[in-house]
């Protein structure tokens, strides 16, 4: 995924984090964020009062300070903000002005959509990346090697949502063999809807690919690189074999690990190819949300994705630790 | 990582040993020249990328217009290389001051330690936990009348740079937070360090002109690669319609249009994309070598 912080010190975090520290964290992370972002909607353009003047052209500026006061806009922000909290809290997500459903029937098909296109784009990243890190990894700076490269820094340069312009360009108007957009589920046929996933899925497979060779490429590096790696090969071990039975459980710990993070981006993580795709995930409801002014929508997706990203972090530790059984958090 | 004393001269080294960063290094240095040099351009040739012309609009490439026109009837070619300016700015303004944040804060966590390394390090995670985009896609769609910020100021044509800018700063310097905190964590017990501050340095100097040289190396190459993201980024949000405004042109906002004209006119779809591409893709390059000179140990990134 795109992201302007390049993940370099994931696997060097520091010791000392004990799983409550995090969780504590992770709620204060959660009430800032949720704060900023309430104040931040309030900032953004349109005015939910002003919108029901425009739908009410007989509304008097009376009638507007009344309804002010009747949705409590009239408070200040932090106490509108708690009162929100108190009863998201209560299990009342309150109801999405754009759908016109209460949120939390909103978000269960998206989440649905979004965990079926990220979930199939990402078995099959792995399924070619890590035979492909691995192959290159074998003969560095070989002419393979440097091939698989320019195809895994081709993966990460690309703009998700100009190969999928590209993709429908070709295969849904040039060709016309796969739909340009929407979501087969439920309205056809099984093999119907599978023709629905295919240029999604190959958008977010190829953006995601590239990064997964380079990680997967990079891990069994630095693992051939182990003294108990030449040992092994002194013994006359073969390639294969070294590979496969020396190497790749270590080179399998960073991995693994990348997979518990990506976990956290669920939600947010294919916004841009949902958006293109006209792919009703969760992303998609995110961005429509926040550029329909509907801000119970908005708050809750955000706050989900956000405790998503959390989870992810604290899984990616837990399972290192796991894995790796050198590392001790104090 | 120590950086040798003539640390310039042995990265350019190692850079030109890298036969792909060196052509990624001389693609982005043309890109650069050609996209800053398009109002010698324009004037040179008598085209201006901001007349609209609807009569000539969508026209092939001729010898006036070398890459045919817009919907708009604009020149193309320079649209392209004004909307570079924009795109390579961004990038390199955006990283520039994620890393300008990233040293400032990582240096006093790791050179001051104790409560205050805590209190910034757990900052720093909470950010990193939150999902960038969606918050970048909050952040860029404030009406910044709203915030206060002058009316002058809101309609100006660059706001738009300014804003996604300070957006990208904003959220992308953990990275170079971590590197430079843990650099200085391990510089900071260094013999020269002792020798500096018995000599009467104050912390100040210590940080800046004793430990900051010792841990810059990784910065360089994290930022490298962060420009390359902060502009597949800028052209997201410009996609999307929040990142830098029209009339301003961006690679991310000429696609943002060609979206609609696809069919009839491809080609304004394909130039801005492969450029987005190739610019994206000779940063990462870029910055795979400079790593491989830095820091030939540890290859890993990303």
């Given at each position: 995924m795109i992201d302007v912080r390049v993940r370099l010190t994931q696997f060097d975090s520091p010791m000392a984090r004990l799983i409550l520290a995090r969780l504590l964290q992770a709620v204060a992370v959660l009430l800032i964020m949720s704060f900023a972002v309430y104040g931040l909607i309030g900032l953004m353009p349109g005015d939910p009062i002003d919108l029901m003047i425009s739908a009410d052209p007989g509304l008097t500026p009376a009638d507007a300070a009344r309804l002010k006061a009747l949705y409590g806009l009239d408070q200040p922000l932090f106490q509108r903000w708690l009162h929100w909290l108190l009863s998201v809290a209560s299990g009342d997500l309150g109801y999405s002005r754009l759908y016109a459903k209460p949120v939390s029937e909103v978000l269960g098909p998206a989440f649905f959509n979004t965990l079926m296109l990220l979930g199939s784009s990402f078995l099959l990243s792995m399924f070619v990346a890590l035979p492909l890190g691995i192959w290159a990894a074998m003969r560095p700076n070989s002419p393979r090697d440097y091939l698989i490269n320019l195809t895994a820094f081709a993966g990460i340069s690309i703009p998700p949502f100009w190969l999928a312009l590209m993709l429908i360009a070709v295969f849904a108007v040039l060709l016309g063999w796969l739909p340009a957009g929407g979501v087969g589920i439920g309205s056809d046929n099984g093999l119907g809807a599978v023709r629905y996933f295919v240029l999604p899925v190959a958008t977010l497979t190829f953006a995601s690919l590239g990064a997964h060779t380079r990680f997967m490429r990079g891990a069994m590096l630095e693992v051939l690189g182990e003294d108990y790696i030449r040992t092994a090969r002194a013994k006359g071990v073969g390639p294969f074999r070294v590979v496969v039975y020396h190497a790749l459980r270590n080179a399998m710990i960073p991995v693994v690990t990348i997979l518990a993070l990506e976990f956290g981006t669920l939600f947010s993580g294919a916004l841009v190819t949902e958006t293109v795709f006209a792919w009703p995930g969760m992303g998609r409801l995110i961005f429509d949300s926040i550029m329909g002014n509907d801000f119970n929508l908005a708050l809750v997706a955000l706050m989900l994705a956000t405790a998503m990203t959390l989870v992810g972090s604290l899984l990616a530790d837990l399972i290192y630790t796991w894995l790796d059984p050198r590392i001790r958090y104090e | 990582m120590i950086v040798p004393t003539k640390a310039g001269k042995s990265i350019a080294m190692g850079v030109r040993r890298n036969r792909p960063a060196a052509i990624a290094a001389l693609i982005l240095v043309a890109l650069a020249v050609a996209c800053f040099a398009a109002p010698l351009i324009s004037h040179l040739f008598g085209i201006d990328g901001g007349t609209v012309n609807l009569l000539a609009r969508?026209?092939?490439?001729?010898?006036?217009h070398p890459l045919g026109t817009d919907e708009l009837g604009r020149d193309l070619l320079i649209r392209l290389l004004e909307g570079g300016r924009v795109s390579l700015l961004t990038g390199a303004a955006g990283s520039c001051a994620a890393a300008f944040i990233g040293i400032i804060l990582g240096i006093v966590s790791g050179y001051a330690g104790g409560r205050t390394d805590a209190a910034l390090m757990r900052v720093t995670d909470g950010v990193i936990a939150l999902p960038l985009l969606p918050l970048l896609i909050v952040l860029a769609a404030v009406d910044m009348t709203k915030v206060g910020l002058p009316e002058q100021f809101t309609t100006s044509e660059s706001a738009s740079l300014y804003r996604i800018i300070l957006i990208i700063a904003l959220f992308g310097w953990t990275t170079v937070a971590r590197l430079v905190r843990a650099g200085a964590l391990a510089v900071r017990e260094r013999e020269f360090v002792l020798a500096a501050r018995a000599l009467g340095s104050g912390p100040l100097r210590i940080m800046f002109r004793h430990v900051l040289p010792n841990v810059i190396s990784p910065v360089i190459v994290a930022t490298t690669l962060t420009a390359g993201n902060v502009i597949l980024l800028e052209s997201v949000l410009s996609f999307l319609g929040l990142g830098v405004q029209p009339p301003l042109a961006s690679w991310g906002n000429m696609l943002s249009n060609a979206q609609e004209l696809m069919w009839s006119a491809p080609a304004l779809a394909m130039y801005p994309g492969t450029l987005i591409f190739l610019t994206v893709l000779a940063f990462n390059f870029l910055g795979d070598g400079l790593q491989q000179a830095l820091d030939p140990r540890r290859r890993r990134i990303l």
């Open positions: - | 969508l026209e092939a490439p001729s010898f006036q």
